[in-house]
């Protein structure tokens, strides 16, 4: 593993979604401070070509950078990390969204913290994708995969195996597959666990199940899961809310841990997970007093 003092940030990409109020302004205003700091700052807009993937001209911009600045929300970062799996460029987020699980900078704090990146004040934090493989193609996701019906409103059936063994034959509006990150995502919103990000795990959650017990289950890096559509042809996965891809009844999906990773830039001393995570989801308020020990 390269020290920061190994890393060198000759270029860098600013990526910013330019459908967010703001973001435009903020992106001009780092290329102004920082454009003598750096050899050489690209700006990307997010723009999604017909299938919903980021212009190849601009992906290949990405895996050619060293750092990449990304502006919005999480949503951005998520469209981003599908363009740059299998590099490991080191992604620093700035918030302009409502929560910002992934970002570690609101737009307040941005030039201080690029100053500390130019400092070298700052360490790589790497967080597992889980990976998908359906009709000997993979697919990869930072948050999760969810399998269900196409259209809303109708249950699937769904068998689960985890490691060859049957475990559940879920009848639910879905089946959500999500990794450490994930766990901030769709699973937290119907009741699942928090994981911290370093967690090499998956979770295992069904969506409104049809009497059948909702408790999520919890895998090591290492175990196999795998789904199966049992009835209707007219079923889908979803990677990240992003793509979608149909699913037949006679092929079975298999899910686990993969090998790669997103790595995210973490200023030293600013980015607590279950702090900021305490805070995104009210569970300290001004009138708590407590003190850290």
Not at 20 to 49: H, T
Not at 96 to 104: D, Q
Not at 150 to 160: D, E
Request: proline share 3%; net charge negative.
């Amino acid at each position: 593993m390269k020290t920061n003092n190994q890393l060198d940030f000759k270029k860098i990409v600013l990526f910013y979604n330019i459908e967010i109020a703001g973001v435009e302004d903020l992106v001009n205003k780092i290329f102004n401070d920082f454009n003598e700091r750096f050899n050489e700052i690209v700006k990307i807009p997010l723009v999604l070509n017909t299938e919903g993937d980021l212009l190849n001209e601009y992906e290949q911009q990405l895996i050619k950078t060293d750092l990449i600045v990304c502006v919005g929300g999480d949503g951005t970062v998520l469209r981003l990390a599908q363009s740059v799996i299998g590099h490991e460029i080191p992604i620093f987020g700035i918030r302009m969204g409502r929560l910002g699980f992934l970002t570690e900078s609101t737009a307040q704090e941005a030039k201080e913290k690029i100053n500390s990146i130019l400092n070298g004040d700052f360490y790589i934090e790497k967080r597992k994708l889980v990976q998908a493989n359906y009709d000997e193609q993979n697919y990869f996701a930072l948050n999760d995969f969810v399998i269900g019906r196409k259209n809303l409103g109708k249950t699937a059936s769904i068998g689960v195996w985890i490691n060859g063994m049957p475990i559940a034959e879920y009848r639910s509006d879905a089946i959500i597959i999500a990794s450490a990150t994930g766990s901030t995502g769709y699973t937290l919103s119907i009741g699942g666990p928090v994981l911290m990000p370093s967690a090499e795990s998956i979770i295992i959650m069904p969506l409104a199940p049809h009497l059948t017990p909702s408790n999520p289950i919890i895998l090591p890096s290492g175990d196999e899961v795998a789904l199966q559509v049992l009835r209707d042809d007219d079923s889908i996965m979803v990677a990240d809310g992003l793509h979608e891809y149909s699913i037949q009844t006679d092929k079975k999906i298999l899910i686990s841990v993969s090998k790669e990773n997103i790595a995210f830039l973490r200023i030293n001393n600013s980015y607590n997970f279950l702090n900021r995570v305490a805070d995104r989801l009210g569970w300290l308020r001004k009138d708590h007093n407590l003190d850290i020990s």
